[in-house]
T-cell receptor, first 114, second 113 residues
């Protein structure tokens, strides 16, 4: 069966420090991968999506970047964190190209920038 | 672009009573609609989806949803709510050829004993 791993679960980082959040998927190949951010415990904003290795699309210009070095690995990064980067970050995957399949989410990373 | 709206910020219901969480959609073409639930500090869990076929869709944990094309709605329902159903519920629609999900703002469900 397919599983998605996301870590760390919580992270407290000072302003100006770098960031690296990792997400890996097991049990499937060539998935669509997504990074979402949830601010203030409510709305979900899509940050990045990827349909294949090295293929990244950004939804919202910001202080963050994403990379997909391997088929089932998706990394969210920042060179210098801002206070506004605080939030709950969720990685998700779905079957490639099938609009009818649901997306599966990781357990999330709670990032607090201080 | 496809979108969904959840008109209620919070729904309060007594345990044992029916629960309804509202969602309306705006899409061009066939709508692919989903419901997710989120417990505190956790990721989203898939509940059910409507792709085509029967307008009444059954999902996990006793939830079901009714697709209504004329009213462009996809309301989530449960005949008898449990305290453990208290959570944040999201309606979502597929948007684009690569499977992006557009989420509603979420509805907080509070079930009281």
């Amino acid at each position: 069966s397919q599983t998605i791993h996301q870590w760390p679960a919580t992270l407290v980082q000072p302003v100006g420090s770098p960031l690296s959040l990792e997400c890996t998927v097991e049990g499937t190949s060539n998935p669509n991968l997504y990074w979402y951010r949830q601010a203030a415990g409510r709305g979900l904003q899509l940050l990045f999506y990827s349909v294949g290795i090295g293929q990244i699309s950004s939804e919202v210009p910001q202080n963050l970047s994403a990379s997909r070095p391997q088929d089932r690995q998706f990394i969210l990064s920042s060179k210098k964190l801002l206070l506004s980067d605080s939030g709950f970050y969720l990685c998700a995957w779905s079957t490639d190209k099938l609009l009818t399949t649901e997306a599966f989410f990781g357990q999330g990373t709670r990032l607090t920038v201080v | 672009a496809q979108s969904v709206a959840q008109p209620e910020d919070q729904v309060n219901v007594a345990e044992g009573n029916p629960l309804t969480v509202k969602c309306t959609y705006s899409v061009s073409g066939n709508p692919y609609l989903f419901w997710y639930v989120q417990y505190p500090n956790r990721g989203l869990q898939f509940l059910l989806k409507y792709i085509t076929g029967d307008n009444l869709v059954k999902g996990s944990y006793g939830f079901e949803a009714e697709f209504n094309k004329s009213q462009t709605s996809f309301h989530l329902k449960k005949p008898s709510a449990l305290v453990s159903d208290s959570a944040l519920y999201f309606c979502a629609v597929r948007d684009g050829s690569w499977g992006k999900l557009q989420f509603g703002a979420g509805t907080q469900v509070v079930v009281t004993p």
